[in-house]
């Protein structure tokens, strides 16, 4: 079954309410605003569960267990891909605040950091409650547990993730179709970059409230977290209703690139080189050269950067990589076939590959 399906059947459920806001730009603090659009292969996003409040008058942790459904569908590596994640008991462990009228849970990242390559952007969220019960364990824990393969080692490469995607999708399903886990709260939202406000990040909250009773203008977003109140001032947090706040923000570099598939074929050329004494000889200058090569264009090519951070990977391994060499001969690029002829970024890209090759210093 696809998500469209699964989100029929999850609108159909009689505990289920759809009620969504965003909050409006004005409304978050200024260091938080994100008004900005996305642009296509200039920064990544990220999908974040900033904040989860439950009230204790639906008796969560006694016979309910609190769960939280996210998929995000995204152009990535030529494909829209559908990323699904689940938060459940084993997630919010640690992460629960005790309050006099219920409990807050904080920040849990869902997907990304991801480069934005353009196209529709989709994030579906559901707050749901699971029946308190032994034999639900396990069927809870597998798909929690697989949902935390795709950041614990898949979130940096969204493609092996989705082979095994379908098991938190078909396993959440099957718990909506017993009714063993029942949705309450919800929605489903496509952003569209070729409308006239574009895809813009932003702050989203989820209410157990009816949407005519909503005022939006009256919801805040300070340090991340929810406020309800006449002015920014004067607000404060909102305990009224459970509620879900997440949000979908923008960033222009990351700083994980060493978890990347590509990295490792790094390390193995460092290992290479600091095994060579003294000059290198042809063939290990010829060897030297294809490694560098097939280094460098698989960091063109990868699917987790943007442009930008592919000409800043670039100009970092030319100049460790010519440090490293700095006694020893430079390589030769004679040998070197001619970069194809793409678009002009890829152009500037195939000349900085040729001009490592020809110009590591002596």
Aim: aromatic share 10%.
């Amino acid at each position: 079954m696809g998500l469209s399906e699964l989100w029929g059947k999850i609108k159909g459920a009689e505990t289920f309410r759809p009620s969504r806001i965003i909050i409006p730009q004005t409304n978050i603090e200024p260091q938080l605003r994100v008004a900005v659009p996305f642009q296509r292969n200039k920064q990544y996003f990220e999908v974040t569960v900033n904040q989860m409040y439950l009230t204790y008058s639906r008796e969560w942790f006694k016979t309910w267990e609190p769960c939280v459904f996210v998929s995000t569908g995204f152009l990535y590596d030529g494909k829209i891909q559908d990323v699904p994640f689940f938060v459940g008991r084993k997630m919010l462990e640690g992460k629960i605040e005790k309050l006099p009228d219920g409990m807050i849970i904080e920040n849990t990242r869902v997907a990304g950091l991801h480069p934005y390559r353009g196209g529709k952007f989709s994030v579906t969220v559901v707050l749901g409650r699971a029946l308190k019960q032994n034999y639900l364990r396990k069927i809870l824990n597998l798909i929690e547990s697989t949902s935390q393969t795709y950041l614990g080692s898949f979130g940096t490469a969204v493609l092996p993730y989705a082979q095994v995607a379908k098991i938190v999708l078909d396993s959440y399903e099957d718990l909506v179709d017993s009714k063993d886990v029942e949705p309450l709260i919800g929605h489903g939202i496509t952003f569209n970059p070729d409308t006239q406000e574009g895809f813009k990040p932003g702050y989203f909250a989820l209410l157990n409230e009816a949407e005519e009773n909503i005022n939006a203008e009256a919801f805040f977003v300070k340090h991340g977290k929810l406020f309800h109140g006449t002015s920014s001032a004067e607000a404060t947090p909102y305990r009224a209703e459970d509620y879900v706040l997440y949000s979908i923000l923008a960033a222009e570099n990351r700083s994980d690139v060493e978890i990347l598939p590509y990295y490792q074929d790094f390390v193995k050329m460092q290992e290479f080189i600091s095994g060579i004494n003294g000059k290198l000889e042809d063939e290990q200058m010829k060897l030297l050269n294809a490694r560098l090569f097939s280094l460098l264009n698989k960091v063109m090519m990868s699917p987790d950067l943007t442009r930008d951070q592919v000409q800043l990977q670039v100009g970092e391994f030319r100049k460790e990589i010519s440090a490293m060499i700095d006694v020893r001969r430079p390589l030769s690029g004679d040998e070197q076939l001619a970069p194809d002829e793409r678009d002009t970024w890829e152009k500037s890209m195939d000349k900085e590959l040729l001009s490592v090759l020809m110009n590591v210093k002596k």
